[in-house]
């Protein structure tokens, strides 16, 4: 097997791959009759330029970064975590059933952490669950992280229908948090600072994530449970070997993915909306496991590949207000292009490309 | 299959040879396989190639079934130039292989194994039919009998290999080729598989039987061509060479087969295991009533055919396995199946282990070699403080076991898939060693190493016994055990079934052991 320079590896192939998805999803669009580049251009300027976009965007990735952070660390240990949608809607359900308890009299900079940490135990905890039947059982982790899912799902709609269902409307969905418990948006922000910015849903979380990517990337590569982990994913049989204790490493790696798939609440629960409506991780949870493949499971990768996939469903919806012909589905297609080369057919141009460079 | 007798290249033989193969080149990155093989292969004859693990045989065999295409040279099959670029060409060409390990379906027949690829139409029942006479036939041309209805999996190993060989010829293999065949077999089931390969000669199939046993080569082929770090070095008709021409022809060096000077004082006992019993999930016994003391300053070989128990039992020495039966004493500590250990408390206790397997175990191929020289004492001081990892802390240690150990390239950066075999193994050993163990285990520790590598690795071993280590060898090299031992115990069906001083005994004696014919007593 060729071995590429890493910067053929990480740049040039994630570009090439990139390059292909998006060629595909323009000859797809130019059969709609419209124009590929006009297309392109709206979804430039819906994701980046436009007014507020960015903020989107970015709200966006914030989601996807801990959904994508979540599906990556399962990865290291070889553990298919497929239940970043339930995880995170059951996350949603810790911060919402803290904030409610405490958050009419504690102050925010109290009630915020306690939030955040009531979404990483849960999340936690509804991927524990499956870890140690996993590790313990013998249960594959695919299948019940996506049994979780539906139970999830479940006690959800049973609960914002019934007890947390805020009364006097019709919704499914909880009571609106008190101000004091909600993470600040940035506009506010920048307008304290004096700066003009465009409303959006974009807020504190957004820095939450980044520095969940320094969290995560020191655990793996500077910690010894990090090697551990590591170790468990690459070999079982050398871990075996070395004395690392294969199934306690099960359980805490997908405890510690399912903590990150819960902050993902964070920034729509304490953020961006407020309040717990019906299926609010609206897909985000399964996404992530896309934006881990294409980051390569390393925070610094997820972090693009998360905002890649940020400004394609934002740019999305712009595409979908603009043209006719073209609807929202059109960028489920170009998502699952990209995860279609970035992911699945990621290596198909390594021989390509290390005989290119062989040659030259 | 067609035969000629008129284009005989070499023009030596009367008739055309079954098989030739001409300049066979095969490079693997900056490994030379195949340097220029040539080979011939009478037809209607048992044909060996011998050489060291590492020579080149395997490589060979693969590029003549088909697995991957030779950089460069010509195959003739009964004199006409042939091209096989996949294992079904070489089936069409009436080539037959028996691999080392089975390509069988354990749950399934006999026959639906036979079958598999030939099962004719879309409805199973015609092929099912014609599958069965044609096993009838071949049972009663060849002798070989085994039970068609029977579940693959439930029957035993010279049995399964005997399934192999009937799918082979079912497929109309007029040549056979047979990978190290009896690794897995008992000794009496590798003279009854000897038998049936004479009938198969005696019927026209041409065999090629790759070893690198002495003892088959003399027992059962016509001719022999001896391999050695990928080039073709000597052909000899059996009958015209002895053992110990074809042993220095492997090596490319006379072999001393005198035991050397040992200079081993042996002292206290460090390690005693008692009456050690395993079972297998399937409640077969791996190993019965296994004894054995590890003194300080003393090699302790244990030799024996791959696969009679030499495996689990280190697995149970090293904590990776639980003890079952028995007990196992280092130092005040005694485990048991109630007091187990696990291989944390087991390096705790001073017992360094260099696994069988370096690719599944050793190491982690994915990982640097700073990380792997720090596999099984990661939770130690030589990666850092408390939790942390510190990965230049990791290099320098990494580099300096380089250094001390020779391991080349010394980059303790690269991925430990990027060294050479030998230099994989002398990184393992290397971390093994380094932290001065009171026991050390080793297994295979020359497996895949080339002949360099080998006499460094040697030269580890005796000076880790000169520091006073007490040290348990498992080898199937008889070779190795021989040159490194102080006593030697040898296991055969999970049993060890003699054990003596090294100075007095010879490898004859240990080679009757090994296959089970002769028992001897501690002396």
């Not at chain 1, 965007?57 to 975590?81: D, E, P």
């Not at chain 1, 997908?254 to 409506?277: C, D, E, F, R, Y």
């Not at chain 2, 007798?5 to 900056?30: D, H, Q, Y």
Request: aromatic share 6%; with cysteine; proline share 4%.
């Amino acid at each position: 097997m060729t071995k590429l320079p890493a910067w053929a590896e990480f740049g040039v192939i994630p570009l090439i791959n990139l390059a292909l998805a998006f060629g595909i999803a323009g000859i797809v669009i130019a059969l709609l009759g419209e124009s590929p580049f006009a297309a392109m251009k709206v979804m430039i300027d819906g994701a980046f330029v436009g007014n507020g976009a960015l903020g989107y965007t970015l709200y966006y990735t914030t989601s996807l970064i801990f959904t994508g952070l979540a599906a990556a660390v399962a990865f290291q240990a070889k553990l298919f975590n497929i239940g970043g949608e339930g995880q995170a809607y059951i996350g949603g359900l810790g911060a919402l059933l803290i904030v409610l308890t405490v958050g009419s009299w504690l102050p925010g900079f109290l009630s915020i952490p306690l939030a955040i940490l009531g979404a990483a135990a849960f999340g936690a905890a509804w991927a524990f669950l499956p870890g140690w039947l996993q590790a313990y059982r013998g249960s594959h982790v695919v299948i019940t992280t996506i049994m979780f899912n539906f139970i999830a799902s479940g006690i959800m709609v049973a609960l914002l229908a019934g007890p947390l269902m805020r009364p006097g409307q019709p919704n499914p969905e909880s009571a609106l948090i008190p101000d004091s418990a909600r993470l600040p948006f940035i506009h506010d922000i920048a307008h304290t600072l004096g700066l003009q910015a465009t409303r959006s849903p974009l807020n504190l979380a957004f820095l939450l994530a980044l520095f969940a990517c320094l969290v995560v990337w020191v655990l793996i590569w500077r910690t010894r449970w990090g090697y551990a982990l590591r170790a468990v994913g690459e070999s079982e049989d050398a871990a075996v070997y070395a004395g690392i204790k294969v199934r306690p490493m099960i359980v805490s790696a997908m405890a510690l993915s399912g903590a990150l798939a819960g902050l993902m609440a964070i920034n729509v629960i304490l953020g961006g909306q407020g309040k717990v409506t019906l299926n609010f991780p609206a897909g985000f949870g399964v996404t992530g496991i896309a934006v881990a493949l294409m980051g390569r499971s390393h925070p610094l990768g997820i972090l693009l590949a998360a905002l890649l996939f940020g400004a394609l469903v934002q740019g999305g919806t712009e595409l979908d207000f603009e043209f006719q012909t073209i609807t929202r589905e059109m960028v489920l297609l170009i998502q699952g292009l990209i995860i279609l080369f970035s992911g699945a057919l990621s290596l198909m141009f390594v021989p390509v490309l290390s005989r290119f460079l062989g040659r030259h | 299959m067609a035969v000629s007798s008129e284009n005989t290249s070499r023009g030596s033989s009367v008739t055309a040879p079954a098989l030739c193969l001409t300049g066979i080149t095969k490079r693997f990155g900056t490994v030379l396989a195949n340097d220029t093989v040539d080979l011939q292969v009478l037809p209607s004859s048992i044909h060996g190639i011998v050489g060291e693990n590492g020579a080149g045989k395997s490589t060979l065999v693969s590029i003549l079934y088909g697995f991957y295409p030779a950089d460069a040279g010509r195959i003739e099959i009964g004199g006409e130039q042939v091209a096989i670029r996949s294992s079904a060409d070489a089936i069409a060409n009436g080539i037959g292989m028996v691999h080392q390990h089975f390509m069988l379906v354990p749950s399934f027949t006999v026959l639906e194994n036979v079958m598999l690829g030939a099962e004719g139409g879309t409805l199973l029942q015609e092929g099912a039919r014609a599958t069965r006479e044609e096993l009838l036939r071949l049972e009663r041309a060849y002798g070989l009998e085994v039970d068609p209805d029977a579940l693959v999996g439930e029957l035993p190993v010279g049995l399964q290999q005997r399934v192999e060989i009937l799918k082979a010829l079912r497929r109309g293999a007029r040549i056979l080729i047979l990978d190290e065949p009896t690794g897995v077999l008992t000794p009496d089931e590798a003279d009854r598989l000897f038998d049936i390969l004479r009938g198969l000669r005696e019927q026209g199939v041409t065999i090629l039987l790759i070893t690198h046993k002495l003892r088959e080569i003399m027992a059962v082929t016509d001719r022999v061509s001896v391999m050695r770090q990928g080039k073709m070095v000597a052909h000899r008709d059996t009958s015209g060479t002895t053992r110990e021409e074809l042993a220095s022809l492997m090596v490319g060096r006379e072999i001393d087969f005198a035991p050397p000077p040992s200079s081993a004082k042996p002292g206290g006992v460090r390690l005693e295991a008692r009456d050690l019993t395993w079972r297998d999930a399937r409640g077969v016994s791996r190993l019965k009533n296994v004894s054995l003391t590890l003194k300080a300053g003393e090699i302790l070989g244990l030799a024996g055919i791959s696969g009679n128990g030499q495996s689990i039992l280190l697995d149970v020495l090293a904590g990776i396995s639980p003890v079952q039966e028995g007990e196992i004493r280092i130092g005040e500590r005694a485990i048991t199946a109630s007091f187990p250990f696990d291989p944390s408390e087991c390096r705790a206790l001073g017992v360094a282990h260099v696994p069988e397997d370096r690719h599944r175990r050793g190491l982690i191929l994915n990982f640097e070699a700073s990380e792997n020289a720090v596999l099984g004492y990661h939770e130690g001081q030589k990666t850092g403080k408390g939790r942390w990892l510190e990965p230049g802390r990791m290099r320098r240690f990494c580099n300096a076991l380089m250094e001390r150990f020779d391991v080349r390239p010394r980059q303790p950066r690269l991925r430990a898939a990027n060294f050479s075999g030998g230099n994989q193994q002398k990184l393992v050993m290397a971390r093994e060693i380094e932290p001065d163990p009171r026991i050390m285990l080793i297994g295979q520790p020359t497996r895949g190493v080339d002949i360099g590598g080998i006499a460094a690795i040697h030269e580890e071993i005796v000076a880790l016994r000169e520091k006073g280590c007490a040290i348990l060898l498992v080898s199937v090299e008889l070779d190795e055990i021989l040159a490194l031992s102080d006593r030697i115990a040898v296991m055969n069906a999970g049993e060890i079934v003699g054990e003596v001083a090294r100075a007095a005994t010879n490898a004859r004696e240990i080679g009757l052991m090994m296959a089970g014919i002769q028992q001897r007593a501690a002396a």
